[in-house]
């Protein structure tokens, strides 16, 4: 190539373009590799060619180019150049683009893998599959079905979460499909994904696809099933599904299957993490306002405390009663009725919380609270009656807001008693409630109907528990109902 023909070349518009989409390529490739190494020789060589021998040089480059993409990216020389600098300009346009469209696919891949593993919630984790996944597949409905056995041992995979840009949904969650048979069962079988690209015909071999038939009605016309596999495990499916028929290719799955073992993880991780939470949230709605944190926490390490059925374990009871207070409602409004129970429960319960013991039942005007259930402890009698001194302490608050709202003054009494009972969520697995029965219940109650206003009164068994640290004031022998000897009961003055 002579001086001028080469100056003349340089001010092309063709030569500048080039070199745009050497520099581009370049810095793409970051200066790596022998593919690198050879576009930069080229170009060098180019610039300076002087000889018919050089010319060789860019068609033999240029065919290197083609080789080098073959298998990974499509064929990108464009065919009966017009010259060889032409065509291997072009053929870097084309390279350009396909590596754009590539590492977009990685970008996204990237990020998705990135996303997918900091998700918890599956609704979280699929909502962000919809919005960056067409970057790899593509799709205007994604759902996601869970693998499940029935009661009577039959495999279905229910519906669990769907999302679509069709209009109306048909299959919405909660929706089953037998594995047993139809395409499901096949797909189960051997793990391998697999694509319908007219579900119009697919429907006409098979008539009697429901599934089918609403993808149809909703406005799919091609499908691609993917399984999700954990440990050679399947955990569930992801349906992709699309306006447009034969839209769905191998490359497809070839792409999805780089991020869809990261995605079966994370969904199954989220699976578990959403049956661990709705658990949690059952035991903190259920338990919450009858149990302090600690004890909650405690519950959520240890979810067996609350299997229906039950076990033996010792507990310490207590019992406590408003004194009078039946015959006092008589002459008192409703309203005040029950303000006058809220403002005492309100400070009790508070009271309770503080020393980790469980509310069993509210009954009327009475509070029967549990140390020792579902949580023991070797304390647990020593802090039930260090509860009940607070609360005689704190019935002064109670009365002040009863005094503020023109409300009768209360007094309450208290019995104690530990001993072996049977605890655990009594009722059916419809409605079921944890308590505890058992002799040393009824204990505690005939002791709780026989304290004074303002009194703690404690069984033998918890003074045992306890006489090292006790203060009593009284010992007396009572005759309570069920016992034919009378028992002894000690009023407690502090600890």
């Known amino acids: 190539m002579t001086d001028d023909l080469l100056s003349q070349w340089r001010h092309d518009p063709s030569y500048r373009l080039l070199q745009a989409e050497i520099s581009a390529l370049d810095e793409r490739l970051g200066g790596k590799g022998e593919f690198g190494r050879a576009i930069r020789d080229l170009w060098s060589q180019q610039q300076n060619a002087t000889s018919p021998e050089d010319e060789e040089h860019l068609a033999f480059y240029r065919k290197i180019l083609t080789q080098m993409m073959m298998g990974k990216f499509e064929r990108i020389v464009t065919p009966d150049p017009v010259n060889d600098v032409e065509s291997f300009g072009a053929s870097l346009v084309h390279l350009n683009m396909t590596l754009d469209r590539k590492f977009a696919e990685v970008r996204a891949l990237s990020e998705v893998t990135h996303q997918l593993n900091e998700g918890l919630f599956i609704a979280d984790v699929l909502n962000h599959v919809f919005d960056t996944f067409r970057a790899i597949i593509p799709y205007d409905r994604i759902r996601f079905a ?28 909660g929706y089953i499909q037998l594995l047993e048979t139809g395409s499901l069962a096949a797909i189960a079988a051997d793990g391998q994904p697999r694509f319908v690209n007219d579900l119009a015909i697919s429907l006409q071999e098979r008539p009697d696809s429901l599934v089918t038939g609403l993808m149809i009605k909703e406005g799919a016309l091609a499908n691609l099933t993917y399984p999700l596999v954990v440990k050679n495990e399947l955990i569930g499916f992801l349906f992709f599904s699309s306006r447009i028929k034969g839209v769905y290719q191998q490359e497809h799955i070839n792409m999805f299957a780089s991020v869809g073992a990261s995605l079966a993880l994370t969904l199954e991780k989220s699976l578990l993490y959403e049956g661990l939470t709705v658990r949690n949230a059952f035991i903190r709605s259920v338990f919450g306002r009858y149990i302090s944190d600690e004890i909650a926490d405690a519950l959520l390490k240890d979810p067996e405390a609350l299997n229906m059925g039950g076990r ?122 944890y308590s505890v029965i058992g002799a040393p219940v009824n204990m505690a109650a005939r002791l709780e109907s026989k304290a004074a206003r303002g009194e703690v009164l404690i069984s033998q068994t918890s003074y045992d528990a306890v006489q090292d640290a006790v203060h009593i004031v009284e010992t007396r022998k009572i005759q309570v109902k069920g016992f034919s000897d009378p028992v002894c009961a000690y009023s407690v003055a502090a600890l």
């Open 312 to 433: 033996t374990c010792k507990v310490t009871v207590l019992l406590s009663d408003i004194r009078g207070f039946t015959s006092m409602s008589e002459h008192m409004e409703p309203e005040q009725v029950v303000a006058s129970l809220n403002n005492c429960f309100t400070v009790m319960v508070d009271v309770i919380h503080k020393h980790n013991g469980t509310i069993d039942n509210i009954i009327g005007d009475a509070l029967m609270v549990l140390f020792g259930a579902p949580i023991s402890r070797d304390d647990d009698a020593h802090r039930a009656i260090a509860c009940a001194l607070d609360m005689q302490g704190a019935m002064t608050e109670v009365n002040r807001r009863n005094l503020e709202r023109g409300l009768p003054e209360l007094a309450i009494g208290i019995g104690i008693n530990t001993g072996d009972v049977v605890a655990g969520n009594i009722g059916s697995e419809a409605h079921a409630k």
């Open 146 to 173: 869970v693998v499940e056995t029935t009661s009577k041992g039959v495999k279905v995979a229910r519906t669990h979460w769907s999302r679509s840009d069709f209009g109306t949904c048909h299959i919405t969650p």
